[in-house]
């Protein structure tokens, strides 16, 4: 199990520095400027002379070494000082800076991290504890009215966007009724029960909307699962052996049925840490999604590389995670 | 503990904390939140990206002199605007001389000098810096801090209006100490500078989160011991227009929204809350056609779009151009696309009100026959009946282009069809506006290039001087691809007239004969039909009914006079 870990990993090496290059490469040849949206009224030598301070007249190699240069090897030399508080090298290195902001890339995302773990983290556990019941016992009872208003629960939140339903449920209930803040305040820190239940009052509109979306996709694949093995040799064999229902449904075809939707949960994981694009919008939740917009709006590419090279990374991660389930949940499966 | 320490603990207390207990109305109004949708990331504003950035930089850094809201200037680090009256500009009108404020001190309670104007002079015209704002400090050839209280700003030139250097919001006054590690190519590296300057407004800031919120509390040194009257500011970013609105007209849940560009219906609706208002004001920003009056047909190759390549087979001829102007009915394309945004102009350069020309408002009243009429006198008639003017084989089918943008795309919906009732077909264009206005040179969508017949989008200049704005159509300022596509003379109009009138202008000094030249230069623009002003565009803010003291102004910071801000009782 340990050698096949450290081989997937060995292999991942090169295929992550593939991907780095290719999304460098990308951004590259995109048509992008990040001083188009500076005012009109600074002249263009100013601008030309902005560029130049960027870097972005160096060649395309350059800057790409220089980008792994301090991505690879400076900012994690910054982190080990920062855990460690002993000094690694020189303490002036330069690390990956936003155009925008000037500030280091990764400080940014460390900033923006918790409010998105907090909200797209929680809707998706939520979610999947919502999902897999509902989805088990839509598939026992096929056809039943639960059954029936479970699949008309997730074609909603399949099909109405949630840009649509976000504005809908401020309208109701921020604004007509008051009930919650239509802004997430990012600078609320929890200390007590006040400050705990204004955290979940700002939490409850953007979590419900993420939750019904994530549950309404992992509880059809569950069904379907579901589906498929309640008809298996293996399930008559526990029943006339005697086996309780619910012991037949939770352990038997349960379990088999998990197999895939493990698969799709883990691989869902990566897209919540990369935020919720338009429901952090909507909710001015200004997490991981909300960064990774606004970089590619006002054409911020270290920021951008630097996003999408760390999704690659968890996308690679998760994946390998999925198999390592695998193995535990069906014992058939051996990587040794 | 006996009475008496604990008062004398107190008492050490409050001087440490604030200036004085004597003065209650320091911090005495509470919290003020306000949204900014476009949020801010860089509270430097020598390297920020506009007012997103400068706006929440104005808490903290202050320029010498700021305008108030009609346009004028007032003194603020320094004691008075210098003039040639009261000697404070030079006879031969090459250098001003600023005189500051006396025991001004920035927020970490050391002095501010004209040392610290001096450095920050030099910190934006060093080359690699990075500096945005240059161009407020051409021909300054030295700045001299004549004593601790006194700078002297030479130029290279006689300067009629030298009141680029450190006035307004762009260009304030940093701290020498603090930024004395940032020069050159440094400037853009020093992370905790750029986000967290010390000034000598009457916040400071306290935490900042790029692209998210910024905090601060009252500069414990600020100058005024009475304000400002909010202990604490937060300026949230993030979402979108329409969400900041409903903020703070319907939920209440924020004091102040910036930037309110909105469907006019929406607005309305949202005003009917009954929990804020919506204030406006205009400043110089025009939204206008360029007008192509070189050749845009691709089959030109390099000639395209450039005066080698020809004058424009119809829109050349100013009668054609004034046609287009009159066809288009400014006061309904204000009602449905910009409401109290904005408000119908016929001149380029629509403001400040003493240099509106007011000379070319025939085209404030939509006129379809005359518009016809100048058409068929021109010789454009639809002589194949397919319901497109033609002449000599050349249908009057035109490329207009702009950026993406709903209140645009309608303003060329709307154009489009009044155009199409006087025989004129348009075709429209929408480009990302990161491509539209970047300086690409391997794309052919820039505005810069304009390969296309017509383009829209608004510019405007700050302050109050237009000189350097009516300086874009000079000659010289033509894009062409030897220039690699620079300059701002995107219509490539080019009339030695007008470059002969725009050197005088710049040898001018006084006021009334600046006008007076100024006015005719729009003029010229307009007649030759180089440029069709639709809509002079104002800024909309909303904020709460309960908070006072706001006074909107799109000359400078909309947060200029924040320390005078309070809250109704």
């Known amino acids: 199990m340990l050698t096949y870990c450290l081989r997937r990993l060995a292999f991942s090496v090169p295929v992550l520095i593939f991907i780095s290059f290719a999304i460098f490469l990308l951004m590259d040849m995109a048509p992008n400027d990040p001083t188009a949206n500076l005012p009109m009224s600074i002249p263009a030598e100013t601008r030309a002379q902005l560029r130049e301070a960027l870097g972005m007249g160096d060649p395309l190699v350059a800057r790409y070494l220089l980008w792994c240069k301090q991505f690879f090897i400076h900012e994690p030399l910054n982190w080990l000082t920062d855990l460690t508080g002993l000094s690694f090298g020189d303490p002036d290195r330069l690390r990956v800076l936003s155009w925008a902001s000037r500030a280091p890339v990764v400080e940014l995302i460390a900033e923006r991290l918790p409010q998105t773990l907090w909200v797209v983290g929680l809707s998706y556990l939520l979610g999947i504890l919502i999902a897999l019941p509902v989805g088990i016992y839509s598939a026992y009872r096929q056809h039943g009215w639960f059954d029936h208003l479970g699949s008309f629960i997730s074609m909603i939140g399949y099909s109405v966007p949630s840009f649509f339903l976000g504005v809908v449920v401020i309208v109701i209930f921020a604004v007509k009724l008051n009930w919650f803040p239509s802004v997430y305040d990012t600078t609320l820190t929890v200390t007590g029960w006040d400050s705990l239940m204004d955290q979940l009052r700002q939490m409850i509109m953007p979590v419900t909307i993420l939750a019904l979306y994530n549950a309404a996709q992992i509880s059809r694949f569950m069904r379907a699962s579901m589906l498929e093995n309640l008809h298996h040799d293996y399930v008559r064999t526990a029943r006339a052996k005697g086996a309780s229902e619910p012991r037949v449904v939770l352990a038997h075809v349960a379990r088999n049925s998990l197999l895939p939707v493990v698969t799709v949960i883990a691989l869902g994981v990566p897209q919540v840490l990369a935020g919720a694009i338009i429901t952090e919008q909507i909710f001015k939740i200004n997490g991981i999604g909300e960064l990774l917009i606004s970089s590619i709006q006002s054409g911020d590419l270290p920021v951008v590389q630097t996003l999408t090279f760390l999704f690659a990374v968890l996308i690679v991660l998760f994946n390998l995670l999925a198999d390592i389930a695998y193995g535990l949940l069906d014992p058939r499966i051996s990587y040794d | ?569």
């Open chain 2, 1 to 569: 503990m006996p009475a008496a320490f604990k008062h004398i603990t107190l008492a050490t207390l409050s001087v440490t904390a604030l200036a004085s207990a004597a003065h209650a109305e320091r911090g005495s109004q509470g919290d003020l939140s306000l949204i900014y949708w476009q949020a801010p990331t860089l509270l430097n504003p020598y390297l920020a990206s506009g007012p997103k950035d400068s706006e929440p930089a104005s808490l903290v850094l202050e320029p010498l002199a700021r305008h108030d809201e009609t346009g004028k200037m007032v003194p603020w680090l320094a004691q008075s605007i210098p003039t040639l009256e009261n000697g404070g500009i030079a006879p031969d009108l090459q250098s001003i001389t600023w005189i500051l404020k006396p025991g001004i001190t920035w927020s970490d309670g050391s002095d501010f000098t004209a040392d610290d104007v001096v450095f920050t002079a030099n910190y934006c015209m060093e080359a690699e810096s990075g500096c945005q704002m240059t161009a407020k400090f051409t021909d300054v050839v030295g700045v001299q801090a004549l004593d601790p209280l006194t700078v002297k700003i030479s130029f290279s030139k006689p300067k009629p209006y030298p009141y680029a250097p450190f006035v307004g919001l762009e260009v304030p006054v940093l701290q020498a100490a603090q930024f004395a590690d940032c020069m050159g190519a440094n400037a853009l590296n020093c992370s905790a500078q750029n986000l967290a300057p010390i000034g000598t407004g009457p916040y400071q800031i306290s935490d900042f989160k790029p692209g998210d919120v910024v905090t601060y509390d009252i500069n414990p040194n600020y100058r005024d011991a009475d304000k400002p009257g909010f202990a604490k500011v937060t300026i949230k970013g993030g979402g979108d227009a329409s969400g900041a609105a409903r903020a703070v007209l319907e939920t209440s849940e924020f004091d102040y929204a910036w930037n309110l560009q909105l469907d006019p219906q929406v607005l309305g609706q949202m005003k009917t809350a009954g929990n804020g208002q919506v204030v406006s004001s205009f400043g110089t920003a025009v939204e206008r056609l360029q007008v192509n009056l070189t050749n845009s047909a691709a089959d030109l190759g390099d000639a395209r779009s450039t005066r080698n390549g020809g004058a424009h087979p119809f829109l050349a001829d100013p009668r054609v151009t004034k046609a287009l102007s009159l066809a288009i009915d400014r006061s309904t394309l204000i009602d449905i696309a910009y409401g109290d945004a904005g408000r119908p102009t016929c001149d380029v350069l629509a403001a400040p009100a003493i240099y509106a020309s007011g000379a070319n408002d025939a085209c404030l009243t939509q006129d379809l026959d005359a518009a016809r009429a100048l058409l068929d006198e021109a010789g454009w008639t639809d002589s194949d009946g397919d319901g497109i003017r033609d002449k000599d084989g050349v249908s009057m089918t035109m490329l207009y282009q702009t950026s993406v943008n709903p209140v645009r795309q309608t303003t060329q919906d709307l154009l489009k069809a009044w155009w199409a009732e006087i025989g004129v077909a348009t075709e429209l264009r929408a480009i990302a506006p990161a491509v539209f206005f970047g300086g690409d040179q391997s794309s052919p969508d820039t505005y810069q290039k304009f390969y296309a017949d017509l383009e829209m989008f608004t510019n405007f200049f700050p302050g109050n001087d237009p000189e350097p704005y009516l300086n874009n159509w000079a000659c010289a300022s033509i894009p062409t691809p030897e220039n690699g596509w620079s300059g701002m003379n995107v219509p490539r109009y080019c009339d030695p007239d007008y470059d002969t009138l725009l050197a005088k202008l710049g040898n001018t000094v006084d006021i009334a004969e600046r006008i007076a030249i100024s006015k005719q230069l729009n003029d010229m623009l307009m007649q030759a039909g180089a440029l069709i002003p639709l809509v002079h565009r104002g800024e909309v803010s909303a904020h709460a009914n309960s908070l006072e003291g706001v006074r909107m102004n799109v000359w400078d910071s909309e947060l200029w006079n924040i320390a005078d801000w309070t809250r109704a009782k």
